[in-house]
Nanobody, 121 residues
Framework: QVQLVESGGGLVQTGGSLRLSCSAS????????MAWFRQAPGKEREFVAG?????YYAESVNGRFTISRDNAKNTLYLQMNSLKPEDTAVYYC?????????????????WGQGTPVTVSS
């Protein structure tokens, strides 16, 4: 298991940027597939981006968001640019003990507590 703590959320205007971080415990961080999900009020949790030996993005964020990881620091990042009001949600990082990125949240065993992002119009 790995423990995850997100940070970096906040309030930003349309077109602005935020960088989310996810700090992970444990010595095997590099072996985990990591992903960002988000959940807006009244909606299901949805895949945003994932990283293992390949990187995948949801179509809605492709070209605006960048996922990256620093295995030496046990940290996952999500750089979010050109933010839109529809990006407003609680953002969660998740870990999967498998080398394959999948988009279903049920396939991830470890989750952070979430960090809220609000994009004002």
């Amino acid at each position: 298991q790995v423990q995850l703590v997100e940070s970096g959320g906040g309030l930003v205007q349309t077109g602005g940027s935020l960088r989310l971080s996810c700090s992970a415990s444990g010595r095997t961080f590099s072996s985990y597939t990591m992903a960002w999900f988000r959940q807006a009020p009244g909606k299901e949790r949805e895949f945003v981006a994932g990283i293992s030996w390949r990187i995948y993005y949801a179509e809605s964020v492709n070209g605006r968001f960048t996922i990256s990881r620093d295995n030496a620091k046990n940290t996952l990042y999500l750089q979010m640019n050109s933010l839109k009001p529809e990006d407003t949600a609680v953002y969660y990082c998740a870990a999967r003990a498998s080398p394959v990125v999948v988009r279903h949240p049920g396939e991830y065993g470890d989750w952070g507590q979430g960090t809220p992002v609000t994009v004002s119009s």
